[in-house]
């Protein structure tokens, strides 16, 4: 195997929309306390590595994340990186729509295959085909040149990003994908090949996520 670096993905913790059911995708929203604490528990499962460069969306809940998680690392001072190309899939007409109410009104298995589908249109937003034709340009171009100096990367991104990443790094089929989750309180820690393709895969957990609404 190549001597690179390792690769840590997370997915921020808890927002204020996380909390009330509702689509966050291209909104700004804050984490809030239990969010703050359990991004830090997420610090922790991780600070026995080193981390080289901090990379995160430009939403704050990822950087918020991020910098709890810096901070029970005890590595605040890691240079950092951050691009709307990692930014959370945009929900369009969804965006701050209470998802328990969208699933009785959608049904079920329309609601899975709008969550979960690699190519479902949502009206004014982005499908996850979009949102991988974002992110993994700026994956192969940005991040992999890092890991291949033997520099190990935090990222920090949203869940739909971070399963669009995952279809890369895992060559994960466009129907396989909508089995694919990135829970909270996860970090997912890959070693990768020069094309930024999965080696090996470990995952180290905080307590599971129950949300607070």
């Known amino acids: 195997m190549p001597n690179n670096g390792t690769l840590l993905i997370a997915r921020h913790h808890e927002s204020e929309w996380n909390k009330l059911g509702e689509w966050t995708g291209s ?3 804050h ?4 969010g703050v604490k359990m991004s ?4 922790l499962q991780v600070k026995d590595f080193h981390i080289d460069q901090a990379i995160c969306s430009m939403q704050c809940r990822s950087k918020e994340t991020l910098d709890q998680m ?40 329309e609601y899975n295959r709008m969550h979960r589908e690699y190519a479902y249109p949502i009206p004014h937003g982005e499908s996850l085909k ?6 993994v340009p700026y994956y192969l171009d940005t991040i992999v040149p890092i890991l291949r100096g033997g520099e190990n990367v935090l990222v920090v991104s949203h869940g739909n990003t971070i399963r669009a990443l995952m279809k890369y790094i895992e060559s994960i089929s466009d129907d396989q994908i ?10 997912l820690i890959y070693h990768v090949d020069d094309e930024g ?17």
């Open 27 to 29: 909104r700004d929203v």
């Open 31 to 34: 984490l809030t306390p239990y």
């Open 40 to 43: 830090y528990e997420m610090g």
């Open 70 to 109: 810096l901070d029970a690392m005890g590595q605040t001072d890691v240079p950092l990186l951050r691009s709307a190309a990692i930014n959370e899939r945009d929900y369009g007409d969804f965006t701050g729509k209470n998802k328990l109410a969208m699933k009785e009104l959608m049904g079920e298995a």
């Open 130 to 135: 979009m949102v991988y034709e974002r992110a």
């Open 178 to 187: 909508k089995d694919v989750e990135m829970l909270f309180g996860s970090v």
């Open 197 to 213: 393709k999965m080696v090996d895969k470990d995952e180290r957990f905080t307590e599971p996520y129950q949300s607070h609404h």
